[in-house]
C-alpha cells in the first residue's frame, strides 16, 4: 500500500469575490456591497453602477420602456485621436452593452409614471454627444407632452464629447431649452447627481433641477479640482466640489443615500402635485 498521500489542488479566491473601497481602504464581499445597492456596509461610499442597474434600484419591477433606443453614434467629423472615433464607438459598444451614453424611457416608481433619463459614465465617461442630447431632448418633449414627472440621473466625467466638436456643444444648449419649454408647461424635473458629474453635463440640464439630490460625496462641477488647482494656484476649500461642500453653498437641495432615492423621488412627487 502506498503511504504517499494526494495533494489536493489549492484552490484560489475567485475573481472579484472581494473588493477593496476606496472610501474606508477596508476589504468588502462584493456581494454584501450588491445588496446594499453597490454601497460599502462599512463607510456607505457608492460605488458605480451601471445605467441598467440604476433603472432597476429606481424604477418598479418591470415597468421600464426603453424610448429612441434606435438612435445610434456616427462619425460626422471623422475625428481621430490615438484611435479613430468610429473605432471607438464599436469598442465601447462590445464593452458596455450600451450603443450611447444615455438611456431613456418611461416606467413607475412606487406606481407613479415618470419619464427617466440617465447618462452612464462606463460609455466614454458618459460625455454628451449628438445621441445623447437628442435622446435627453425627445425625453424631455414626450414628459412635456404627456404632463409626466421628469427624473434624470446624472452620472459624467466628460461632459460634451470633443470627438463631435460643435455638435456636442450645441447638445447642451438644446436639452437645455427643452427644459425651459418644459417648466413653462409646468413640469417637474428632479436632478439627481451622482460621482461624478462633471463639464458640460453639470453646466447644463443637471443643474436646472427643480429639485436637484445628490449622492453622497459624489464629484459635481466643471472643471476638476485638480485643474482648478493647477490653473489659479491656490489651496481649494477642504471637500471642494463635493455634494456636501455643494449642499452647503446651496447647489444642491438634499443629499440622498442610494437606498432611500427610490423613496425620496416618489416623496417629492407626491408633494409637489405631480
Keep these: 500500500m502506498s503511504t504517499e498521500t494526494t495533494k489536493r489542488a489549492k484552490r484560489g479566491v475567485p475573481e472579484g469575490l472581494w473588493k477593496k473601497c476606496p472610501g474606508c ?57 490615438k484611435k479613430a472615433y468610429a473605432d471607438r464607438i464599436v469598442s465601447e459598444q462590445q464593452r458596455t452593452g450600451l450603443n450611447d451614453a444615455a438611456i431613456t424611457g418611461t416606467g413607475m416608481i412606487r406606481a407613479r409614471r415618470v419619464a427617466l433619463g440617465l447618462t452612464d459614465s462606463a460609455f466614454i465617461m458618459g460625455s454628451m454627444g449628438s445621441v445623447v442630447g437628442e435622446r435627453l431632448t425627445r425625453l424631455i418633449e414626450r414628459a412635456t407632452e404627456q404632463n409626466l414627472p421628469l427624473i434624470i440621473i446624472s452620472g459624467s466625467g466628460g461632459g460634451a464629447r470633443m470627438h463631435e466638436g460643435i455638435l456636442s456643444l ?40 427643480d429639485v436637484v439630490f445628490a449622492e453622497p460625496r459624489a464629484l459635481v462641477g ?25 449642499l452647503e453653498h446651496g447647489y444642491v437641495d438634499r443629499i440622498v443615500s442610494r437606498d432611500r432615492l427610490k423613496s425620496e423621488i416618489a416623496r417629492t412627487i407626491d408633494y409637489c402635485g405631480k
Design 222 to 246: 466643471f472643471a476638476g479640482p485638480r485643474t482648478i488647482k493647477a490653473t489659479i494656484r491656490i489651496e481649494l476649500p477642504e471637500g471642494f466640489q463635493t455634494s456636501e461642500f455643494l
Design 25 to 81: 481602504n477596508e476589504t468588502i464581499y462584493t456581494k454584501t456591497a450588491d445588496e446594499l445597492l453597490g454601497c460599502c456596509p462599512e463607510c456607505n461610499h457608492h460605488f458605480y453602477v451601471s445605467g441598467k442597474e440604476r433603472i432597476r434600484q429606481v424604477l418598479d419591477e418591470g415597468t421600464f420602456e426603453e424610448w429612441d433606443a434606435a438612435l445610434m453614434p456616427t462619425d460626422p467629423l471623422q475625428f481621430k485621436d
Design 170 to 209: 450645441m447638445q447642451m444648449a438644446k436639452v437645455s431649452a427643452a427644459l425651459a419649454r418644459y417648466d413653462k408647461a409646468g413640469g417637474l424635473f428632479i436632478s439627481v447627481l451622482t460621482n461624478p458629474t462633471m463639464g458640460g453635463v453639470a453646466a447644463s440640464f443637471a443643474s436646472l433641477g
